[in-house]
Structures are given as structure tokens and as C-alpha cells.
T-cell receptor
Framework: DQQVKQNSPSLSVQEGRISILNCDYT??????FLWYKKYPAEGPTFLIS?????DKNEDGRFTVFLNKSAKHLSLHIVPSQPGDSAVYFC?????????????FGKGTLLTVNP | EAGVTQFPSHSVIEKGQTVTLRCDPI?????LYWYRRVMGKEIKFLLH????????ESGMPNNRFLAERTGGTYSTLKVQPAELEDSGVYFC?????????????FGPGTRLTVL
């Protein structure tokens, strides 16, 4: 069973517009959420994260929103740039205990058109 | 500072053969993780080392997979004998510290193809 779901396999937006990538989770024990960006033939690169005690975290053009009651988070990129074209993975972590393994979604391929 | 490195970048082997993947984490990182992505699916956790000790190996598919971390530095993941379903990209990640939230730094991955 998938505990982290990214239901949109792909998203296409125009340069300068907003990109919104969505992620849902089922495990209420998750208390830390991360977004990773991945280019072809490279490993995932950390982008931004949010703790479950917050509902928003912003870093430059990237903002992550967390709705705990809905078990939903989203990544907003504004304005979108062609260099943002990549696969975006949502990941979740349960900081309890001593294992910090990440549980990933399947990813969303974002294409930003010039 | 050097990032996480993995070797080889690609490996093509036949079913029944043995393959060993290597990961060098970022220097000083106590935590080392192995993940695998099968085509079209999510990146899945395999196991977690803290220094040289296995903290969690709940994601290892079966006993054909053996991971080691010699002296708490680099790690190897051996698949013996390889099966077709073992094909995928194997990622290694590392992170510092032993408490709290951990941003994990990923290597470029090893693409394993079993024919």
C-alpha cells in the first residue's frame, strides 16, 4: 500500500506561471515532509521541507503548504522557469525512533514551457 | 565538499550472476541509506546504517541482497544471484547526526539491468 501518493504523473505549465504539485499521505505518524527534485541520470536533490507543526514554509520561489487534517501537502513554484523542468518527489518521514527513512511518492514530471 | 558517489553508474548482468554496488557517503555522515527505484514506481527504502551498524533493514527484498558498511565509511550492496525483478536504479543517500530531522543527500544512482 502506498503511504505517499502523487496522483498527477505529469504537469505542464508556461514559463512565468505558477506550478502546483500535490501530494497526499495516509500515515498519520509522518511528521516531516520533504520535496526532492530529480533531473535525468542524477540523484534526487533536496528542495524544501516542512515540519508537521507548521502549515507553510517558503524559500524563494518555492513554497510548501501542509494541511494536516486533510493529510495533504502541495509545492508551489512561482514564477516557474524552464530550468524547473524535472521530476518532483514528495517524501515523508517519521522522526520518532531512530530510523529516518524516507517514504516517497511516485513523482510528478513538471515541464515548464518557454 | 564531495557529494555522495556511487559506482558503477551502470551495470548490465545476466540472471544468476552477482553484482556489487558501492556507495561512498559524504565524509563525516554517520547515516547511510540504500533506496531502489523500479521503473515507473516510487523510490523505496531498502536499509539504513548508522556508522557500521544496520539500524533498519526492513526494506531489503530477500536474502539475495547483502549490504555492508566497512568501518562506518563506504558501503556495498551485493545481489547474489540476481533476478530479473532486481532491475532498477539503486540510490545511496547519507545524512549527518543522530537525532531529529534528517535531510538526506543522494548519490547519482547505479542503474542495474538484469537480462
Amino acid at each position: 500500500d502506498q503511504q505517499v501518493k502523487q496522483n498527477s504523473p505529469s504537469l505542464s505549465v508556461q514559463e512565468g506561471r505558477i506550478s502546483i504539485l500535490n501530494c497526499d499521505y495516509t500515515n498519520s505518524m509522518f511528521d516531516y515532509f520533504l520535496w526532492y527534485k530529480k533531473y535525468p541520470a542524477e540523484g534526487p536533490t533536496f528542495l524544501i521541507s516542512i515540519s508537521s507543526i507548521k502549515d507553510k514554509n517558503e524559500d524563494g520561489r518555492f513554497t510548501v503548504f501542509l494541511n494536516k487534517s486533510a493529510k495533504h501537502l502541495s509545492l508551489h513554484i512561482v514564477p516557474s522557469q524552464p530550468g524547473d523542468s524535472a521530476v518532483y518527489f514528495c517524501a515523508a518521514q517519521n522522526s520518532g525512533g531512530s530510523n529516518y527513512k524516507l517514504t516517497f511518492g511516485k513523482g510528478t514530471l513538471l515541464t515548464v514551457n518557454p | 565538499e564531495a557529494g555522495v558517489t556511487q559506482f558503477p553508474s551502470h551495470s548490465v548482468i545476466e540472471k544468476g550472476q552477482t553484482v556489487t554496488l558501492r556507495c561512498d557517503p559524504i565524509s563525516g555522515h554517520d547515516n547511510l541509506y540504500w533506496y531502489r527505484r523500479v521503473m515507473g514506481k516510487e523510490i523505496k527504502f531498502l536499509l539504513h546504517f548508522v556508522k557500521e551498524s544496520k539500524q533498519d533493514e526492513s526494506g531489503m527484498p530477500n536474502n539475495r541482497f547483502l549490504a555492508e558498511r566497512t568501518g562506518g565509511t563506504y558501503s556495498t550492496l551485493k545481489v547474489q544471484p540476481a533476478e530479473l525483478e532486481d532491475s532498477g536504479v539503486y540510490f545511496c543517500a547519507s545524512s549527518p547526526g543522530t537525532g531529529g530531522y534528517n535531510e538526506q543527500f543522494f548519490g547519482p544512482g547505479t542503474r542495474l539491468t538484469v537480462l
